[in-house]
């Protein structure tokens, strides 16, 4: 790529129209971005419930624009009447830099040089011609999806930030966490969550597979909070009737509970269970040990957390191993127990 002077770049548009742990994924290369032009306006175009997304991270995003769908994209039902004003407005956005972040680009690439802004940047999939291949480098669906999108900070000759991933909170949210810990008698670190819900069954563990397991850390002494969203209660349902001591069913005795104030259960508690979903991101970002299945239908090498010691991945291969999973669960409480040091607060001056 010629080289840019970053005084031209202004206005940066991003399009990530996905889910929640898609959009923690990208956290890495949008830091570098934003590190390398911290005086420009970044735009995030996606779906209706990222616009919370950007208020989440308003360290790095800027505005929102709701993307209408495209053909060939499964994650929304495609509206055609509004696409060519759709089109012309993203002209008139007149972006200094686009970068297509919506996987490979099979479907978006073009989508996005339509938008005419100055430069416009992205992944290709492996052998897909282009007319700049500088501009868009090839990443396979077999990459990790960190990874693959900071490709992007060599296209555009900017050093990386690191691959961490972030949750930042919002006030209200730990408002509303300490409200939740006393209606339920949590206490914090002394409970696990299992996460047995996930957007496609595919990925799901058997509800009798996450009980199992559960029936078998309860009486060592952990509570257990069965996490989900309220459209997974009848999972959560089925996970507890299997479970032969009391838990705590969050969509049960609270109802409905926003992604922030769900991380705060996560941060507080002790080890997250969970499918291949992104809860699983989350306790990435917020550095809590984690259990992690995949299924058959599920990709380790793209999706799997990159800290293997925190966060304990297992595969299509041994997921059905109960008694390896639970080996695997008290082997992580252990080393948490063995490994946590106590901070104690300075004295008052």
């Not at 999939?125 to 999108?149: A, Q």
């Not at 409970?191 to 069954?201: F, L, M, T």
């Not at 009798?208 to 952990?222: D, K, Q, S, T």
Request: proline share 7%; charged share 20%; glycine share 6%.
């Amino acid at each position: 790529m010629d080289h840019i002077d970053k005084n031209e770049i202004q206005r940066i548009g991003i399009l990530r129209a996905l889910y929640l742990g898609d959009m923690l994924c990208i956290i890495p290369t949008v830091r570098a971005v934003r590190a390398a032009y911290p005086k420009a306006r970044i735009t995030l175009i996606g779906l209706p419930w990222e616009k919370s997304f950007v208020t989440r991270f308003h360290l790095y995003f800027d505005d929102f624009l709701e993307f209408p769908g495209w053909p060939g994209l499964p994650e929304q039902e495609v509206m055609p009447e509004k696409l060519p004003d759709f089109i012309t407005s993203m002209q008139y956005e007149h972006f200094d830099l686009f970068i297509q972040m919506q996987g490979n680009g099979t479907e978006t690439n073009a989508l996005c040089i339509l938008f005419d802004a100055r430069y416009t940047i992205g992944l290709r999939e492996p052998g897909e011609k282009t007319l700049n291949p500088v501009y868009f480098p090839e990443s396979g669906d077999d990459e990790h999806e960190i990874l693959r999108f900071l490709k992007l900070t060599s296209v555009l000759a900017i050093p990386q930030q690191g691959t961490a991933l972030e949750f930042p909170f919002l006030p209200e949210e730990e408002h509303a966490f300490e409200t939740m810990q006393h209606q339920l008698n949590l206490l914090s670190h002394k409970y696990i969550c299992i996460h047995p819900g996930a957007r496609s069954e595919l990925r799901r563990w058997p509800a009798e597979n996450f009980a199992a397991v559960a029936n078998e850390i309860i009486p060592e002494g952990y509570q257990v909070v069965l996490t989900g969203s309220s459209a997974e209660a009848v999972i959560l349902r089925e996970v507890e009737q299997q479970i032969h001591h009391p838990v705590i069913n969050l969509v049960e005795q609270c109802g409905h509970v926003g992604i922030g104030e769900l991380a705060q259960i996560i941060v507080h508690s002790e080890l997250l269970i969970s499918n291949d979903t992104g809860v699983s991101h989350v306790a990435a970002a917020l550095q809590v040990p984690s259990v992690i299945l995949f299924s058959a239908h599920s990709d380790p090498g793209r999706w799997a957390p990159l800290d293997t010691s925190l966060h304990r991945v297992v595969g299509p291969g041994q997921v059905k191993d109960i008694p390896f999973v639970v080996k695997l669960v008290k082997e992580q409480l252990q080393h948490k127990a063995t490994s946590f040091i106590p901070t104690l607060a300075p004295d008052n001056p």
